[in-house]
């Protein structure tokens, strides 16, 4: 029940703290492209994981986890899409913010991963539904997931050096990914792995608080 309750408060908090941020970006933008599109990417990271993360606390509150298989899968799924479209959406805030030029190899590979990632999540071989869907569709679904995060690393590795608001967006990212291929490699046969996901959800916190900062400092 500890757990239950510590998990539960750190993913509402959680989910609270990125969609207030994401809605203030909005409200606060001023029409700056860049910080409308973070402010998107805010709302879109909170609302995709609710769908996830508040069925998970109510069963963890009540009867458990294996009670609530069909509300979960459907968050899982929810989740994946969601993610998704979160790094689409911080291409075109690399784009936005560095003033980069229309590039074709770079959208045709960002959208393309993004799509190959989507119809991996889409085919019925993932299970979502099932209290033990299969490991090896977790892995298929995830490699262009992960070449997705490497492609967003990149740019802003490069771009972002003497950027000081977002010299450090790209190590966040990192991190995230760092906790996150464990949680889908061995959380099934190790439960305790599954606690990188707090790591893990404090990295995309760092994220959203980046965009927010930058935002503050530069519209005064």
């Not at 203030?24 to 029409?31: A, P």
């Not at 993610?83 to 030029?101: D, G, N």
Request: hydrophobic share 55%.
């Amino acid at each position: 029940m500890i757990q239950a309750v510590i998990e539960t408060v750190f993913d509402v908090f959680y989910l609270f703290t990125v969609s207030f941020i994401g809605v203030k970006m909005l409200k606060e933008s001023k029409g700056n492209r860049q910080f409308v599109l973070y402010g998107v990417m805010a709302v879109t990271l909170g609302f995709g994981d609710a769908f996830h993360l508040l069925p998970r606390a109510w069963a963890l509150c009540t009867t458990g986890l294996e009670n609530y298989t069909f509300l979960l899968g459907i968050g899982k799924f929810v989740t994946s899409i969601t993610m998704t479209l979160f790094y689409v959406l911080l291409y075109y805030v690399w784009k936005e913010r560095y003033a980069i030029k229309e590039n074709t190899k770079t959208a045709v590979e960002v959208w393309g991963l993004a799509i190959l990632r989507i119809l991996l999540c889409l085919f019925p071989q993932n299970r979502w539904l099932d209290a033990n869907p299969p490991l090896s569709w977790g892995v298929y679904r995830n490699i262009p997931f992960l070449l997705l995060g490497l492609l967003i690393i990149v740019l802003f590795y490069r771009n972002a050096k003497q950027d000081k608001a977002f010299r450090y967006l790209w190590l966040t990212i990192v991190l995230s990914f760092v906790f996150y291929i464990p949680v889908v490699l061995f959380a099934d046969q190790l439960p305790m792995i599954g606690m990188l996901m707090i790591p893990k959800t404090c990295a995309y916190v760092w994220t959203v608080l980046i965009g927010y900062c930058a935002m503050k400092e530069e519209l005064k």
